[in-house]
């Protein structure tokens, strides 16, 4: 019998599940799904949903410039998810410096063109046909360009949250990753303390076995040292070298 409490607690889910970018919800958790092959979308728990809200209510800089970041994931020890969330925030913020390089020449081809258009409308020299046919070809630039700025300017302000959705994705993987080295650390850790332990203790009873050995050799020699004297303890000696 489902109460109202986890009713609730799944409407809630799906509400936040929306505000979650498609691509994030089967990339975060790690797991290796491919949308053509499986045809579905891994869905996050409400732990993990908790923690993606809390993300995006903090303005983490780009993570894959920082030296720390950098020091923690070489290209070497990147995992197949942390090089793909990487790639994916790289081409966002390159497109986002394409996007702003357009915008700003097509903004002084527009003016150009209004200019252009301006300029030919006071300029009587030029017969009225081809006149207005050159103003109609600019008018015709001018509508398309437009129709650019429009398209670039929109994308423009979506590239941001674009961009922190996927470095918010490499944040919450990197951390899942970490979390994974440290749960191995601390395992390596338990079993090399338990050796040394070991170890140690038996460091110790040889430790004991050895001062034992010493004074048994030292007790007898003392003893055959005294019932012989010293030349015939020095005669055996030599004989035993």
């Known amino acids: 019998m489902r109460t109202a409490a986890y009713n609730a607690d799944v409407a809630s889910g799906r509400r936040r599940r929306k505000n979650v970018p498609r691509h994030i919800l089967y990339i975060l958790t790690g797991m290796e799904y491919s949308m053509v092959k499986n045809k579905k979308v891994q869905q996050l728990t409400p732990e993990e949903l908790r923690i993606w809200d809390m993300l995006k209510k903090k303005n983490i800089p780009i993570i ?6 950098l020091r923690l994931f070489p290209d ?35 003016e150009q063109l209004t200019q252009s258009v301006l300029n030919s409308a006071e300029d009587i020299s030029i017969p009225e046909a081809k006149r207005l046919k050159k103003q109609a070809v600019s008018q015709r630039l001018i509508i398309e360009s437009r129709e650019k700025l429009e398209q670039l300017e929109k994308e423009q302000r979506e590239l941001p949250g674009l961009i922190q959705d996927a470095n918010n994705a490499l944040i919450f993987e990197s951390v899942r990753v970490c979390y994974d080295k440290i749960d191995k650390n601390k395992s390596d850790i338990d079993r090399l303390t338990q050796w040394i332990d070991e170890t140690r203790m038996k460091l110790k009873e ?7 050995k010493e004074t048994k050799n030292q007790e007898i020699y003392t003893y055959l040292h005294a019932m012989l004297g010293a030349k015939v303890m020095e005669a055996f000696d030599e004989n035993s070298d």
């Not at 894959?64 to 970041?69: G, K, L, P, Q, Y």
């Not at 394409?98 to 527009?110: A, Q, S």
């Not at 040889?206 to 034992?212: G, M, T, Y």
């Open 64 to 69: 894959n410039v920082d030296e720390r970041w």
């Open 76 to 110: 070497n020890e990147k995992t197949p998810s942390i090089k793909r969330l990487e790639k994916e925030l790289k081409e966002l913020l390159k497109r986002q410096g394409k996007v702003n390089t357009e915008l700003k020449d097509i903004r002084i081809v527009r």
């Open 206 to 212: 040889r430790i004991l076995i050895k001062q034992d």
